[in-house]
């Protein structure tokens, strides 16, 4: 049982290149979650989930897409990256109150 | 200002000692959870409560949601503990999460 499988693990780009990071769960929940974590913040909401085909926008959308057309998968995709967008990447799943989150992905751009 | 705060920020501790972390909240919430995050980056989830007191092992969480605040306690720490500690409040809709910005805990032998 794998959970929630995120990747790249590690990811260098430049200024200005296009990316998708990738989110799988094999548990079936409805609720998918991207978040960042920068240094010294809390993780912030960059989109979530309800179900497949439904997504919204969380705190800090600029800059990212989402998609969600199957329960399994919800990649984010960076367009025209920039220096700000340099994170560590947690994708999450949610049943119930219990969060399970991928092992992150450390993006850097430069 | 952030809807969550813990305190301390960095705390070290021996081997052995009983370890308290604070998270102060100002949002209505309907769940508040405790998160573990190792020197490798993975995040895990501890506890989820939404009233009282939760144990596991040598770890107690307590909430008070007339004073929106909850403690993660460890009991005999041992290095293994060494991590950063997050606390999360889940929205009144159970949409939406937000989390402090942890604090790194050190256990000495």
């Known amino acids: 049982n794998a959970g929630v499988t995120q990747t790249p693990k590690f990811r260098i780009l430049k200024i200005g290149q296009s990316m998708t990071l990738q989110c799988a769960q094999d548990m079936n929940h409805n609720y998918m979650y991207w978040y960042r974590q920068d240094p010294g913040m809390g993780l912030k909401l960059i989109y979530y989930s309800v179900g497949a085909g439904i997504t919204d926008k969380g705190e800090v959308p600029n800059g990212y897409n989402v998609s969600r057309s199957t329960t399994e998968d919800f990649p984010l995709r960076l367009e025209l990256a920039a220096p700000s967008q340099t994170s560590v990447y947690f994708c999450?799943?949610?049943?119930?109150?219990?969060?399970?989150f991928g092992a992150g992905s450390r993006l850097t751009v430069l | 200002k952030n809807e969550v705060e813990q305190s301390p920020q960095n705390l070290t501790a021996q081997e052995g000692e009983f370890i308290t972390i604070n998270c102060s909240y100002s949002?209505?919430?309907?769940?508040l959870h405790w998160l573990q995050q190792h020197p490798g980056g993975g995040i895990v989830s501890l506890f989820m409560?939404?009233?009282g007191k939760k144990k596991h092992g040598r770890l107690i969480a307590t909430i008070n949601i007339q004073e929106k605040h909850s403690s993660l306690h460890i009991t005999a720490s041992h290095p293994r503990d060494s991590a950063v500690y997050i606390c999360a409040v889940q929205s009144n809709t159970g949409n939406q999460f937000y989390f402090g910005t942890g604090t790194s805990l050190t256990v000495i032998p």
């Open positions: 949002v209505g919430i309907s769940a």
């Open positions: 999450a799943c949610r049943e119930g109150g219990v969060l399970t």
């Open positions: 409560l939404s009233s």
